[in-house]
Structure formats: structure tokens, C-alpha cells
């Protein structure tokens, strides 16, 4: 079934973030390595090397992006579809239901189930998931509508250290809803996920920390000290080289 939808807000500009470390939209693409470069990057080393290690593939990744990207960064953007499971959404942040729409106009056109129910869950491009995280996503999701993966490794991009952290009602939410009546992961605030909160054994998802975020560098002394060596690590999560 590829009725799983991940929302990954890619290069989304919205007004209201401007107080809390939101660039303004021309800051997002100045400079050489500009924002948007440095996040391309993450997302190929990252998230998308962990995507594509899915143990299930039968989902589809949508990139939300700035309908006003320079064309250049579109086509960058665009290159992506050509994995098969990727899609570029182009919507604005601030008028969440008009972005429903659009993901959910996205979904039909190239879904291949008949099913009327939708999974979804929201990731950025400085995240990681472990292997078998679609899979146990889809079980939890069969007795739950919303879930909240309360289990977090905090991975450091430029020192490697690792910490843990029980992230309650964190990011890492997915919702189960229906086409007509769509609850999208993206149309509440962290905190107010009002979600099924599961804790693991080890950690499914994981959160890159560094200066380029502040909310997520805020996070890492809330975190112990989590041993694992290079192996281990990369049975977890993988990191393109």
C-alpha cells in the first residue's frame, strides 16, 4: 500500500515564523553555500539515504516547497521525482487549508491504491528514520489516529555525539484519516498533537542537531549520553558518505 504520505517542509517561507528564526525569503537563497544549499545537502546525506533504505517502500515523500524558488533550485528540486517516490508540492505555508488541498490533489493524481484512508506523517530534511519505520508507522496507525514517536536519537552533524531524549508530543507525529475528512500532521502544532504517545525500546527516528536550527539545538541538553558504535549506528540510520 503506498497510502503513506510524508510531509517534509522543504523550503516553505511563512510570515509568521519571521520572530522565531524564520529567514526572510531572499535570505534563504544568498550566499554561497546559501540556506537552501545547505539543506539540499543534509537531505541527500540524511533523510533521503534513510528513505530509501526503507524496509516497506510503499510510501511517497512530498517536498513542500516555496511556489516563489528560483527556477534554478526548482529544477534541483524537480530531479528528485526521477527516484519514484518523490513529489514536489508547491504551496504556501500560511493558508494551511488551501495546502491541504494541494497535497491532497498531489495524492490522488498518482496514488495506486483504491483505498479512502491516508496515513501521514511529517519529517524534516535534518531527520533521520530507522529501517523499519514505515512498517511499524502503518502498525501503530491500524488502533490509533494519531501516534507521537516519544523515543528520539539526538545525532550531532559536526561532533558525531549522540544523545536520547523521550521528545514528548514531539515532531515525529503521523496521523490516519480518510480523503474526504484529511488530518494532516502539518495543520497543528507540535505540542498539540493530542496523539498516542509510543515509547521504544530504541530509538526509530532521529533528530540532527546543529546551529543552523536553534529549536532543535535547544533540545540537546535535555538529552543523556547515548553509547553506540559505528555499527550499531548504522544498523539504525544511514549516512551517505
Not at 48 to 68: A, I, T, V, Y
Not at 174 to 180: A, E, G, H, Y
Not at 186 to 215: K, Q, W
Request: charged content about 25%; aromatic content about 12%.
Amino acid at each position: 500500500m503506498d497510502n503513506h504520505v510524508i510531509l517534509l517542509r522543504f523550503n516553505i517561507f511563512s510570515e509568521k515564523y519571521l520572530n522565531i528564526g524564520q529567514l526572510t525569503r531572499e535570505k534563504m537563497y544568498e550566499g554561497n553555500p546559501s540556506w537552501l544549499d545547505t539543506r539540499l545537502e543534509w537531505f541527500d546525506k540524511y533523510l533521503l539515504e534513510n528513505l530509501k533504505n526503507q524496509k516497506d517502500m510503499g510510501f511517497w515523500c512530498f517536498l513542500l516547497s516555496d511556489p516563489e524558488t528560483p527556477q534554478h533550485y526548482k529544477n534541483q528540486l524537480k530531479n528528485y521525482e526521477k527516484l519514484g517516490f518523490i513529489k514536489v508540492v508547491e504551496t504556501y505555508d500560511d493558508d494551511i487549508p488551501k495546502m491541504n488541498n494541494k497535497i491532497l490533489e498531489t495524492y490522488k493524481s498518482i496514488k495506486k491504491n483504491n483505498s479512502n484512508e491516508i496515513f501521514c506523517s511529517r519529517l524534516d530534511s535534518d531527520d533521520m528514520v530507522g529501517p523499519y519505520w514505515n512498517n511499524v508507522v502503518k502498525q501503530l496507525l491500524e488502533d490509533n489516529k494519531r501516534i507521537s514517536l516519544e523515543t528520539v536519537l539526538l545525532y550531532n552533524f559536526i561532533n558525531k555525539e549522540k544523545r536520547i531524549i523521550k521528545f514528548h508530543k514531539g515532531s515525529f507525529v503521523s496521523t490516519k484519516s480518510t480523503l474526504n475528512k484529511f488530518d494532516s500532521p502539518r495543520s497543528f502544532a507540535h505540542g498539540d498533537a493530542n496523539a498516542a504517545e509510543i515509547d521504544s525500546d530504541y530509538p526509530l527516528v532521529c533528530m540532527g542537531i546543529h546551529n543552523n536550527n536553534v529549536t532543535n539545538h535547544n533540545w540537546w541538553p535535555a538529552g543523556r549520553a547515548y553509547h553506540l558504535n559505528e555499527g550499531e549506528f548504522d544498523q539504525m540510520f544511514k549516512i551517505k558518505e
